[in-house]
């Protein structure tokens, strides 16, 4: 088994940042794309940027700019840092990791559960 436990979350003024982290634990034998995504009340999960294990990116178009995501391998971790943060932003952000278990599996996606970020003054 597989667990992710996000951290970071909370209040934060329009324009402010926080940072993000993402660590899985467990049976890893690998671990591939990594993600963040986010849920605004009433409305559906959204991609807000991935990032390979190559360290290739993409994010929504909504936070280029002013999102950035990053992994270290050696501590199977992702992190958002999250610059110039709008009301828009308010959203519970999950973290996704597929996850190998052992070398003859196919990666499974994992998902944390969710840390709130609230922007608001």
């Known amino acids: 088994q597989v667990h992710l436990v996000e951290s970071g979350g909370g209040l934060v003024q329009p324009g402010g940042s926080l940072r993000l982290s993402c660590v899985a634990s467990g049976s890893i034998f690998s671990m591939y794309g990594m993600g963040w995504y986010r849920q605004a009340p009433g409305k559906q999960r959204e991609l807000v940027a991935t990032?390979?294990?190559?360290?290739?990116?993409i994010y929504a178009d909504s936070v280029k700019g002013r999102f950035s995501i990053s992994r270290d391998n050696a501590r199977n971790t992702v992190y958002l840092q999250m610059n110039s943060l709008k009301p828009e932003d308010t959203a519970v952000y999950y973290c996704?990791?597929?996850?190998?278990?052992?070398?003859?599996?196919?990666?499974?996606?994992?998902w944390g559960q969710g840390t709130q970020v609230t922007v608001s003054s």
């Open positions: 990032i390979t294990s190559g360290g290739n990116t």
């Open positions: 996704k990791a597929a996850v190998a278990t052992t070398p003859t599996i196919n990666p499974y996606n994992y």
